[in-house]
């Protein structure tokens, strides 16, 4: 079973809906969580955080977290083309490495 | 605040040569990571240092890549010899403490394409 898993999409959404990204986990020791957006050729950068059950909000981000389900998702309000990126989400476990999950596509249509 | 750098930015080389690539990590970052990220994949930990300390290697082909980080501050990557599977990006990031919750702040990448 795979550490991090995520729907490899792609995804698409139309400009000023709400995108919806998945990621599940399978280590229960998982303690930290983390969205980083990656545009086609450039480095992931970190988009949010979260380390306790339910939602955190960061303008049109909000990550949303279930650790007795093991899944964490990220809500983007009102996408915009610029949002269209690989999403990557990213847990460490024990507290030690961060793990990347494969990423989704996200592509917003204008 | 300098980021993370990475040199070369690409490398194109024939099966069974070598290549090394570099990483300076922002400065006081006690924490330097090296991940190998293949075109449509996530990135995937090669390994882990603390300091000049290896912390995990659990994944790093030991055959043929090699690592280090003298006093510390830079980290060379070293593939010998290289293999076609090894074509990818290969991405340093750093952080400011190991502990969980520390936000990993990555380089440009390192494009290897081996023919």
């Known amino acids: 079973q795979k550490e991090v898993e995520q729907n490899s999409g792609p995804l698409s959404v139309p400009e000023g809906a709400i995108a919806s990204l998945n990621c599940t986990y399978s280590d229960r020791g998982s303690q930290s969580f983390f969205w980083y957006r990656q545009y086609s050729g450039k480095s992931p950068e970190l988009i949010m955080s979260?380390?306790?059950?339910g939602d955190k909000e960061d303008g049109r981000f909000t990550a949303q977290l279930n650790k007795a389900s093991q899944y964490v998702s990220l809500l983007i309000r009102d996408s915009q083309p610029s949002d269209s990126a690989t999403y990557l989400c990213a847990v460490t476990l024990r507290g030690q490495n961060f793990v990347f999950g494969p990423g989704t596509r996200l592509s917003v249509l204008p | 605040e300098a980021g993370v750098a990475q040199s070369p930015r690409y490398k194109i080389i024939e099966k069974r040569q070598s290549v090394a690539f570099w990483c300076n990590p922002i400065s006081g970052h006690a924490t330097l990571y090296w991940y190998q990220q293949i075109l449509g994949q996530g990135p995937k930990l090669l390994i882990q240092f603390q300091n000049n300390g290896v912390v995990d290697d659990s994944q790093l082909p030991k055959d043929r890549f090699s690592a280090e980080r003298l006093k510390g501050v830079d980290s060379t990557l070293k593939i010998q010899p290289a293999k076609l599977e090894d074509s990818a990006v290969y991405l340093c990031a750093s952080s400011l403490l190991q502990a969980s919750g520390r936000e990993l702040f990555f380089g440009e990448g390192s494009r290897l394409t081996v023919l």
């Open positions: 979260i380390y306790s059950n």
